[in-house]
């Protein structure tokens, strides 16, 4: 089979469409949930990077191309190596235990209330913490995700203090962010406010309240007089209108 991945222009065919099926439709999982319209395009190449995390590919060798050993696994004409099903096994196993969004969420909430001092000054425990004086709400996001436990997805003075980098990595597909469609308690949730196209605040999901879109989230440094900019952490309601991406750290979407 044909080597596929992203290129400028993406690339398109019967090929194309072939991976997206095997992606959408095998024995192990849906890894695809894309329109099978044979263009090898972000959804797909994220698709790819997340069918070798669940099939017990290396850490390496998780990249956004789909070959012929991949498309051996999912149609069944190669069986997994010993190895692989090890590491598959592993990651099915952790998947199951409380995952790490929900420890975020539950970090997030011992912080309600919480105010920069002096007013506008972004002086703060995530500030602080993250080792950096400037608007703080996705050094509040990172705090509470290294907190819970991340490792690679979130560092203390690396990742993240700048939202559209958020965007750019889960986009791509790396340091374990991916898009969702479907957000639950504890994924990330990024704003945009002012109509340019680029993140202006991030948050971490709670819920839906109805079925209009709203939401709540909570958020660091947002207020009633400032959005994105307000230096509290408070419990927010929000609209789908307003969200730029939903996130989910983890390579499972």
């Known amino acids: 089979m044909e080597t596929l991945t992203l290129t400028t222009p993406f690339t398109e065919g019967p090929e194309v469409r072939k991976a997206q099926k095997l992606l959408a439709?095998?024995?192990?999982?849906?890894?695809?949930?894309?329109?099978?319209?044979?263009v090898f395009d972000e959804e797909t190449a994220r698709a790819c990077k997340r069918a070798k995390y669940?099939?017990?590919?290396?850490?390496?060798?998780?990249?956004?191309?789909?070959g012929d050993r991949l498309a051996g696994f999912l149609d069944g004409s190669m069986p997994l190596p010993a190895?692989?099903?090890?590491?598959?096994?592993?990651?099915?196993?952790?998947?199951?235990?409380?995952?790490l969004r929900e420890k975020a969420f539950a970090e997030a909430k011992k912080h309600l209330g919480v105010q920069e001092a002096p007013r506008d000054s972004?002086?703060?425990?995530?500030?602080?913490?993250?080792?950096?004086?400037?608007?703080?709400?996705a050094m509040f996001v990172t705090y509470c995700y290294v907190q819970a436990g991340a490792k690679g997805s979130f560092k203390k003075g690396a990742k993240w203090s700048y939202c559209p980098y958020i965007l750019e990595c889960a986009k791509?597909?790396?340091?374990?962010?991916?898009?969702?469609q479907k957000p639950k308690r504890g994924d990330i949730v990024l704003y945009q406010f002012d109509q340019d196209a680029r993140a202006d605040h991030v948050g971490i999901f709670e819920r839906f309240i109805d079925r209009s879109g709203n939401?709540?989230?909570?958020?660091?440094?947002?207020?009633?007089?400032?959005?994105?900019?307000?230096g509290e952490v408070m419990r927010r309601n929000r609209n789908k209108s307003q969200v730029l991406a939903f996130v989910r750290v983890g390579a499972r979407v």
């Open 25 to 38: 439709r095998n024995k192990f999982a849906k890894f695809y949930d894309g329109k099978l319209d044979g």
């Open 54 to 66: 669940w099939l017990g590919f290396t850490d390496a060798s998780i990249d956004p191309i789909f």
């Open 83 to 99: 190895a692989q099903t090890t590491r598959r096994k592993a990651r099915l196993k952790a998947d199951k235990e409380k995952p």
């Open 122 to 137: 972004n002086i703060v425990l995530f500030s602080k913490w993250y080792g950096t004086n400037g608007p703080w709400c």
């Open 172 to 180: 791509a597909g790396d340091n374990h962010l991916a898009l969702t």
């Open 215 to 230: 939401f709540t989230a909570i958020e660091g440094n947002t207020g009633s007089i400032s959005d994105a900019n307000g």
